[in-house]
């Protein structure tokens, strides 16, 4: 009987040591062996999930086609691989928690004590077998480091995992750190030796372990490492740094890792294609022009809330051959006097998607700056809805349109909550009210988008019908549809019953676009998202005629 393998990625020493891009390498390198796989993220936070989380904690919270709001590393998942990453790709514990409070609350557990063992632990080793359905290979990457309290009984449910599902089937990878200290010119193998032990002591003997280091590791080191942390010294692998995240996988090619996984799982397959990495390393470091775009956000602070932004915009480059030079603008500076010379030197502006009233007079003035000065533009999901609000006040002359997310009772709400639309994911009516509780109220995951021909959008796309993932409360207001028609701007991408604006453009401009939905999401290296794609071609033309 085909038996689905296991591999589980724990991290140790530190955070940020980007376990989710070596998961994703892993897959991506499994897949071109010709392997079906998945990936799973354990989150161990109490958040249900991280929607309701601060970006500037947690960065950026993707979303699925399913509608699920994830962890970021998810992202790298689908950037990667092909694998269908939803709902059940992320859990966390405040997920696992409640399903097994809400299963004692019907009374399931028939009057037993309810403990982390088995009743927590029996719920996430269920939901990992959940998420390896149809796939010979899940890998599941453990959130947190060893050693924190919270990823305890993860860890416990991981380690009980390779007994139930048979020893040959499951395989544990520890991403570590191999820190290189100038003073002595050395790398030092200590921190390793700890995080291992600290695994050890919860009964998990990792297989292999991945060295995140500046450095290359020499074989001397390789075999001190494995020597103490008890793996063969082939099962010591060098995660460098990386000029660019997709090099990863061609990297860990070459310190035999696939090679390795497959033999410690008992895998047959073929030697991996690699040729289309390959190729796009190549493109990613020898870009043959420039392009600098400016980003308005509000947490520009952090790269990470804007993480598949960031990506998507690096795959536009990678379509033109371009390298793509990203400048984060703080929107709050722009609004200040002479705010816009931070603009100056821009071949094209971004407004991103975003929440709440701050900064956003100094995106609308950036968009102003864009429309007027001829700048390609492109507007994400809020940054769609300042265009409009910035159209409807300069253009039609609407000095007080606005959003009601920002000012509830204005004159001109042209982005409102609409209190009725056909909710063609779920194929039924929605109603909403304007106190309705703030969770559970977006529309959220893929909805379908019909384009008009003639525009940028069709352009881009050369499809009629798209496929596009949203997390938004407000719409734009159709009241105001014929008015700001009239004064030239176009609605080139509608729902299906067109009651639900998803893209507007405006005429005489070189490319000024702006959606409702978040393209970012399904953006890949290997097949560039065709709106990020001409925007990053409307960008190079822009610096050309300079
Ligand atoms: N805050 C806006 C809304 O809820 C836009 C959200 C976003 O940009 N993702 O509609």
Redesign the pocket.
Known sequence: MHKTKFIFITGGVLSSLGKGLAAASIGSLMESRGLRISLQKLDPYINIDPGTMNPFQHGEVYVTDDGAETDLDLGHYERFTQAKISKKSNCTSGSIYHSVIEKERRGEYLGNTVQVIPHITDEIKSRISKAAKDVDLLIVEIGGTVGDIESLPFLEAIRQFRNDAGKENVIYIHVTLVPYLPTSDEVKTKPTQHSVKELLGIGIQPDILLCRTQKSISVEIKKKIAHFCNVEPDAVIADPDVETIYELPLRFHEEGLDDKIVKLLNIWTRQPVLEEWERLAEKIKKPSSHVRIAIVGKYVNLKESYKSLHEALVHGGIGNEAHVELVYLDSEQIAQDKGEILLENSDGILV?????HRGIPGKIKAIRYARENKIPFFG????M?MAVVEFARHLVGLNQAH?I?VEKNCKDPV?FLMREWFDYKNNIMVSRKEDDALGGT?RLGAYPCLLEDGTLAMKAYKRREILERH?????FNNQYRELLAKHGMIFSGLSPDKNLVEIIEIPDHPWFLGCQF?PEFRSKPMSPHPLFQDFIAAALKNKKKT
């Open positions: 991103p998607g975003g929440f709440g994400i999901c809020l940054g809805q959003t997310e982005i977006m997390r938004h409360r407000y719409e978040h």
